[in-house]
């Protein structure tokens, strides 16, 4: 008994240290900018680096929704060298005319021009946006 209660207690402690997200960060995609719960203000920057197959055309899209699910802004990735490699590619852009504050929701998801569900990734991770609605 005391061992499923250790147990059940340590699966708890897991899960609600990292609050059900998923981390900004896997083997395909480094997000530098802006980090997991961080604070963002317009205009909404962000990077890091994806390895080539994740672009298609030198890009991938990015979305912000709030926590509902409800898209409130999206944009694209760029790549800021060259994207035809297997290797890591640094990528910026910036989330443009946003109106919303509060708890969101950044989604970055690979380039997918097949549509097949088989070939989709993404990374997900809140932020708190701040100061957009009189910009």
Known sequence: MKKIFVVLVSTLLITSCNGGEKDSEN???TV???EVNDTVE???????????????EASFPVKL???????????????QEDWMTEEFVPFEGEFENVTFEGDSVMIFENANPSGLEEN?????????IENCINN
């Open 27 to 29: 083997e395909d995609i």
């Open 32 to 34: 530098s900018f802006p």
């Open 42 to 56: 317009c205009p909404i920057t962000f990077e890091g680096e994806a390895r080539g197959p994740w672009y298609f």
């Open 65 to 79: 929704e709030d926590k509902s699910g409800k898209l409130i802004a999206q944009t694209i990735a760029e790549a």
């Open 120 to 128: 989709a990734d993404e990374i997900t991770f809140s932020v708190k």
